[in-house]
Nanobody, 120 residues
Framework: QVQLVESGGGLVQAGGSLRLSCAAS????????MAWYRQAPGKQRELVAS???????NYADSAEGRFTISRDNAKNTVYLQMNSLKPEDTAVYLC??????????????WGQGTQVSVSS
């Protein structure tokens, strides 16, 4: 079994910063791409940023220049540093990871989500 556990969400004023963390644990052989998505009320889930096992990153236009995704492969953890937050960044942020288990099967896992609220 594999689990993704997120932390770091909360309430912040516009212009502030938050750092999200997502740690994977369990029967892990390797982790390929890790990513952060978000879903605001009444809206579709959208990709915020992703990072490959080699460190290549990709950002949504809305996140480019304000958010930074990084990972610590030794800790099976992905981070999202969010700066210059705006009220429109308010959403549940979910961690996503493509994980190869010790049985050598690959599965896409999701975390439970962490709420980020930005007040104006």
């Amino acid at each position: 079994q594999v689990q993704l556990v997120e932390s770091g969400g909360g309430l912040v004023q516009a212009g502030g910063s938050l750092r999200l963390s997502c740690a994977a644990s369990g029967s892990i052989f390797s982790i390929n791409t890790m990513a952060w998505y978000r879903q605001a009320p009444g809206k579709q889930r959208e990709l915020v940023a992703s990072i490959t096992s080699g460190g290549s990153t990709n950002y949504a236009d809305s996140a480019e220049g304000r958010f930074t995704i990084s990972r610590d492969n030794a800790k099976n953890t992905v981070y999202l540093q969010m700066n210059s937050l705006k009220p429109e960044d308010t959403a549940v942020y979910l961690c996503n990871a493509h994980i190869v288990s010790t049985a050598r099967s690959m599965t896409v896992y999701w975390g439970q989500g962490t709420q980020v609220s930005v007040s104006s």
